[in-house]
Nanobody, 119 residues
Framework: QLVESGGGLVQPGGSLRLSCVASVFTFDRYDIGWFRQSPGKEREGVSCISGSGDSTYYIGSVKGRFTISRDNAKKTVYLQIDNLKPEDTAVYYC??????????????WGQGTLVTVSS
């Protein structure tokens, strides 16, 4: 089971850190990804990380602004989002992956956390 937190209302240019906490025993075996879904749009994988934390993937639109990391001792994956833009407004989900590459094969979704970017 995965549980997200850290969303909220933030002004453009602001920052947030999202957390995804897992309740699995062998957390470091799993690649984990962050996805987002805006109203009327399909869910997209934005940033994903390997089980060890050594490898990451980002879609082009978030490179340089989003940073994914993980603390396996805390069974937590983080998504640091800087320089937030209104188009980043979405519900953000974390999920277990087949592979962090291209955020492939998501399953075991969390319930999501809402990020709203507005002045």
């Amino acid at each position: 089971q995965l549980v997200e937190s850290g969303g909220g209302l933030v002004q453009p240019g602001g920052s947030l850190r999202l957390s995804c906490v897992a309740s699995v025993f062998t957390f470091d075996r799993y690649d984990i990804g962050w996805f987002r879904q805006s109203p009327g749009k399909e869910r997209e994988g934005v940033s994903c990380i390997s089980g060890s934390g050594d490898s990451t993937y980002y879609i082009g639109s978030v490179k340089g602004r989003f940073t994914i990391s993980r603390d396996n001792a805390k069974k937590t994956v983080y998504l640091q989002i800087d320089n937030l833009k209104p188009e980043d407004t979405a519900v953000y989900y974390c999920a277990q992956l087949w592979s962090y590459r291209y955020c492939s094969g998501p399953s075991n979704w969390g319930q999501g956390t809402l990020v709203t970017v507005s002045s």
